[in-house]
Nanobody, 119 residues
Framework: QVQLVKSGGDLVQPGGSLRLSCVVSGFSLDYYAAGWFRQAPGQERENIACINSTDRSTYYADSVNGRFTISRDNGKNTVYLQMNNLKPEDTAVYYC????????????WGQGTQVTVSS
């Protein structure tokens, strides 16, 4: 089971920050890559960040690179997404997901949480 916990309010002003936490239960994240996705109304789901379990290498979509940071704490079985300098175009439902490092398909998904960036 993957539970998504949001630190901060649902509504953030442009330029603000928010941290999302993804707490995993039922399996160990030790051998799983983790990713963050988002989906805005009328748009396809976008993979915005990933972090591997082995070397903790990361991937960021161009749209968030330099503003968002993905990290993980395997001891807490938790993955984080720190979002800084938020923009209105970051408004979307955010999801965390996990997959075995050896696979390309994300098999475990969190429930999603709304992030709205607006003044």
């Amino acid at each position: 089971q993957v539970q998504l916990v949001k630190s901060g309010g649902d509504l953030v002003q442009p330029g603000g920050s928010l941290r999302l936490s993804c707490v995993v239960s039922g399996f160990s994240l030790d051998y799983y890559a983790a990713g963050w996705f988002r989906q805005a109304p009328g748009q396809e789901r976008e993979n915005i960040a990933c972090i591997n379990s082995t070397d903790r290498s990361t991937y960021y979509a161009d749209s968030v690179n330099g503003r968002f940071t993905i990290s993980r704490d395997n001891g807490k079985n938790t993955v984080y997404l720190q979002m800084n300098n938020l923009k209105p175009e970051d408004t979307a439902v955010y999801y965390c997901a996990a997959r075995l490092d050896s696979l390309s398909v994300f098999e475990y998904w969190g429930q999603g949480t709304q992030v709205t960036v607006s003044s």
